[in-house]
């Protein structure tokens, strides 16, 4: 899939809200070391997953938020989510 689609299809669903417009900041607690909110790892489920961004099989890539919700991506589709998600809050 070419990347203007994969781009249109992520604002569509910033618009509808079934992605996220922020990526969740690392959070530090006093005496506790930095931990993540969010954080990015490498998926076990590669090729039988699909990305949340594109729908296509074999994300890479999986974000898990604070409220259990875990989302999946290509490399390159998560990429392009990051920098919509920037443009949006500029």
Known sequence: MDKNTVTQRIRERLDAGTLPRAIPPLTTEPGRPTTPTGHIKADTGIAVVRCAACDEPGAQV?????????????????????????????
């Open 62 to 90: 999986a974000y898990r938020f604070p409220d259990g919700r875990i989302l999946r991506f290509h490399g390159r589709c998560h990429r392009i989510w990051e920098g919509e998600c920037e443009r949006s809050s500029a």
